[in-house]
């Protein structure tokens, strides 16, 4: 008897389940819940062409010192690149007394190794980026990771930088405008690839020329963007060309091997397929 009652109410259980489902279903098809503000004017990041993407991509160099230059004149005096050793930048080009005069440019807080006292000095190559002491509200994400740590990497860091817009004049594809409980407060910006649409960053490159590149670039907004986001993409994958060569051997390897195994097996297993 116990039996039966407990397969009579788990049938019960199991029906009320599939009927809870099936109502639930029928109800998102017939009277689908209405897309959130965020969902109708947010954008997907924008792909950005680089040279290091793709599985034989490089880094170019010039463009790497380009986006160097951008970080540190425009970004670092909010955003830290603290798992970033000065001594890396050799892989962008610089040479070691180019590397020495960039890190003394910095202020490192570390241990006197002589008497133990902490104290500031100025940076050497083997110090890391000092993590920045914003004086602002809130406090800017670590920059080092951010095309990992952000969908669409370096794509999403371009499409961030270049997407500002007015919100009073904003419309979505749609043609929708922006509703005024969405609008950015004060100490917002609007910007349609940030999640929630606002963000307490401005704008940080607003005008053409306001980096002078070494090497005589035109630097428009579009190429500054592009420039430092290539830089980050460097930041959070230094190991990608040495990555890719790997990656590059090793296929050939197992093709090699694979071609060998196969005349292998046709040579030793020819003549016995008849028997």
Known sequence: MIRIFSILI?????LALLLAFGTGAYSYITEPPAKTAEARFHLKPEHLDLPSNGWFGKYDKAQLQRGFKVYSEVCAACHSIKHVAFRDLKALGYNEA??????AKFTVTAKDPLTGEVKDRPG?????FPTVAYA????PPDLSLITKARHGGGGYVHSLLT???DPATYKNA???????????GDGLYFNPYFANLNLSMPAPITSEGQVTYDDGTKATVEQMSKDVSAFLVWTAEPELEKRHQTGAWWMGF?????VLAYMSYRNIW???KGH
């Open 136 to 139: 602002g509200k809130g406090v």
């Open 10 to 14: 788990g049938a019960f259980f199991s």
């Open 270 to 272: 020819a003549d016995k």
């Open 254 to 258: 197992l093709l090699f091997a694979t």
């Open 174 to 184: 749609a043609g929708e405008a922006l509703p005024k409980e969405n609008q950015p």
């Open 124 to 128: 050497v190559p083997a110090d890391r």
């Open 98 to 103: 180019q590397v020495k005069t960039i890190a």
């Open 163 to 165: 997407g500002y817009a």
